[in-house]
T-cell receptor, first 116, second 109 residues
Framework: SAVISQKPSRDICQRGTSLTIQCQVD?????MFWYRQQPGQSLTLIAT?????????ESGFVIDKFPISRPNLTFSTLTVSNMSPEDSSIYLC?????????????FGPGTRLTVL | GQQLNQSPQSMFIQEGEDVSMNCTSS?????WLWYKQDPGEGPVLLIA?????ELTSNGRLTAQFGITRKDSFLNISASIPSDVGIYFC?????????FGQGTELSVKP
């Protein structure tokens, strides 16, 4: 498994501003993922972030709105840009440890974002 | 698009009772994972299934990968109050990773 931390754990932001969320892993991992969990909903994958390449975004998510950095194998950031109340969600990062061919992912504790 | 249908959406049970929840899809999945999410936390992996028909246990939890590869169930035996939370199935199909809608479990002591 992997130990994952996120900062901040929660924030309240004003409409039109941007927030950068940090994700730190205690070991080097190839694949990191960013998810959004809207209130009372399931998790939706925003993008996959691999070190040394551009992030791959899922349908409905664009780089201008959710720019992602992946400067090394233990760290990533997700920015929520030009926020509106509809962006109020929990944002979670996860990592794949690669022990198997498929996708055993381990999640951070999440960042709870409220946009006023 | 591909979807996972998870049921039931919520359950209210008495401590000691057994619980069963499942996920189904019209598509064939390569992997089924089951996660639990406590309030204010990220999901925690409970069980991973990789082969059709695979039956795996983790303590009081048992999960199976359906023979048709289109479904999976999770059973919890002799529930206890700390089983409270939201349980998600999570499947991989053609490189896409999809979460079910979640089953919210409440346990009355």
């Amino acid at each position: 498994s992997a130990v994952i931390s996120q900062k901040p754990s929660r924030d309240i932001c004003q409409r039109g501003t941007s927030l950068t969320i940090q994700c730190q892993v205690d070991s080097q991992v190839t694949m990191m993922f960013w998810y959004r969990q809207q209130p009372g909903q399931s998790l939706t994958l925003i993008a996959t972030a691999n070190q040394g390449s551009e992030a791959t975004y899922e349908s409905g998510f664009v780089i201008d709105k959710f720019p992602i950095s992946r400067p090394n194998l233990t760290f990533s950031t997700l920015t929520v840009s030009n926020m509106s109340p509809e962006d109020s969600s929990i944002y979670l990062c996860s990592v794949e440890t690669g022990r198997r061919s498929y996708n055993e992912q381990f999640f951070g504790p999440g960042t709870r974002l409220t946009v006023l | 698009g591909q979807q996972l249908n998870q049921s039931p959406q919520s359950m209210f049970i008495q401590e000691g009772e057994d619980v069963s929840m499942n996920c189904t899809s019209s598509s064939i999945f390569n992997t089924w994972l089951w996660y639990k999410q406590d309030p204010g936390e990220g999901p925690v992996l409970l069980i991973a299934l990789y082969k059709a028909g695979e039956l795996t246990s983790n303590g009081r939890l048992t999960a199976q990968f359906g023979i048709t590869r289109k479904d999976s169930f999770l059973n919890i035996s002799a529930s206890i109050p700390s089983d409270v939370g939201i349980y998600f199935c999570y499947g991989q199909i053609g490189g896409k990773l999809i979460f079910g809608q979640g089953t919210e479990l409440s346990v009355k002591p």
